[in-house]
């Protein structure tokens, strides 16, 4: 798993209500001002397509498969002193994934994914002013090493919920500063980087049984700004968010280096009345072009971008039958308007586009407990390409795909619980 831009925007989404002067308390003296709240969720995905994955696999046809997939997040803050506020926030969990698709696609995984611990701390003896640090570092106890036909448990990453279930260690340092302008408006600008450590994988260059790829996955330095405003009925919010990345390479041979990659993302919350609420989220995504291997040359940029822009709105409605019960229904559309290579998990990632319509429910058996159920079904159109390209002037004959549907059924549920 790979430290993103999406880590650190969440750190930067926080960093606002990190910097909140902590609440009154009547616990004892020196456990006052402390907060700590478990989530977990199960969520139990099934798909079918015309064809199984990698599509390039003529024969894997017809193509199905699923996933079970458990996550669970720790949050614990404390104030230790009026002026300073600590975060931890640990992100586990457990996946089950199989494929049973025709000609020979076919494998079944169980096992932990990798874990995630980010520790801030944030100042707060100025006022509206609060800057803050933060690790975050990625503990490689998930199954990076698939064996044999666990492999093609490794499916589309617009489709699964986990696409890979394991990589090596990864430390991301972030240093950022949140100021309030008002009680209704606060900007927050942070920088961080992501020292990736090397580890070893099954093969990405032959079927399985052959000998360990090492990956050495490339360093990246993001970038971010968001601002948020809110004021009568409505709360908004928008991040830009830069990412920079150095060089990466499978078995010391294959070198590339993606291109800088732009990142915007906007919501708009507008409350009807005491009942009803509308959140409306957008998102789009662009990378430059990518450095590609020369053997004469070493790496060189290429001459046309071969990266992907992806695009996603969704819509949301939440309807409060009661103090305690809440229904929600959303839809949402995402497009990737060409096909992509990840060269951090060294997968190919098809141009498509998603549909999805989902309703949710919450309960709220107390002040500290919380349950919620989900149910989403989507519909997923590939559009054909060609043959692959990896990475460079490398062409993989009899890969070319035709275009491919596939459909699928999301359901959750899941609990939060705060002390």
């Not at 291997?293 to 409605?317: C, K, M």
């Not at 989900?374 to 009899?398: A, Y």
Request: net charge positive.
């Amino acid at each position: 798993m790979r430290l993103s831009s999406s880590l650190f925007l969440l750190l930067s989404l926080a960093a606002p209500s990190l910097a909140a002067d902590p609440e009154p308390s009547d616990k004892a003296p020196g456990l006052r001002n402390w907060s700590l709240q478990l989530e977990q969720e199960v969520r139990v995905l099934s798909w079918r397509a015309t064809r199984g994955y990698p599509a390039a696999f003529a024969a894997g046809t017809p193509g199905r498969g699923s996933q079970v997939y458990i996550p669970v997040s720790l949050n614990f803050g404390w104030a230790p002193t009026p002026e300073t506020k600590l975060e931890l926030l640990v992100r586990s969990g457990w996946a089950f994934g199989q494929q049973r698709s025709g000609g020979g696609l076919s494998g079944t995984v169980s096992t932990l994914t990798d874990t995630s611990i980010t520790p801030t701390i944030t100042y707060t003896g100025w006022e509206n002013f609060q800057p803050f640090v933060s690790l975050a570092v990625n503990a490689p106890t998930g199954r990076a090493n698939l064996k044999g036909r666990q492999s093609f448990t490794r499916m589309d990453p617009d489709l699964v919920e986990v696409a890979n279930y394991g990589a090596g260690l990864a430390l991301g340092p972030t240093i950022g500063v949140s100021y309030s302008f008002t009680a209704a408006t606060a900007v927050t600008f942070s920088v961080g980087h992501t020292f990736m450590q090397p580890y070893k994988r099954d093969s990405v260059l032959g079927p399985p049984g052959v000998p360990l790829s090492r990956m050495n996955p490339a360093n990246s330095t993001t970038y971010n700004a968001q601002i948020s405003h809110k004021t009568g009925l409505w709360s908004l919010s928008f991040a830009a968010l830069l990412t920079t990345s150095g060089k990466s390479s499978v078995d010391g041979v294959f070198e590339s280096r993606s291109g800088h990659s732009f990142n915007v993302l906007g919501s708009a919350a507008y409350a009807w009345n005491e009942a009803h609420s509308t959140t409306l989220v957008a998102s789009l995504g662009f990378s430059h072009r990518n450095y590609i291997l020369d053997p004469a040359l070493g790496l060189v940029r290429e001459p046309a971008n071969r990266n992907n822009r992806t695009f996603r709105v969704g819509l949301e409605h939440l309807w409060a039958l009661s103090p305690t019960w809440t229904l929600g229904a959303s839809a949402s559309i995402f497009v990737r308007d060409r096909n992509s290579y990840d060269p951090t998990n060294v997968q190919f990632v098809p141009a498509k586009s998603k549909l999805s319509l989902g309703m949710s429910a919450r309960y709220k058996w107390s002040e500290a407990i919380s349950l919620n159920a989900r149910v989403e079904h989507f519909w997923l159109n590939e559009t054909s390409r060609p043959d692959f390209v990896f990475p460079g002037p490398i062409v993989i004959p009899g890969t070319a795909v035709p275009r491919l549907r596939s459909t699928g059924l999301l359901m959750s549920v899941g609990s939060s619980v705060a002390f």
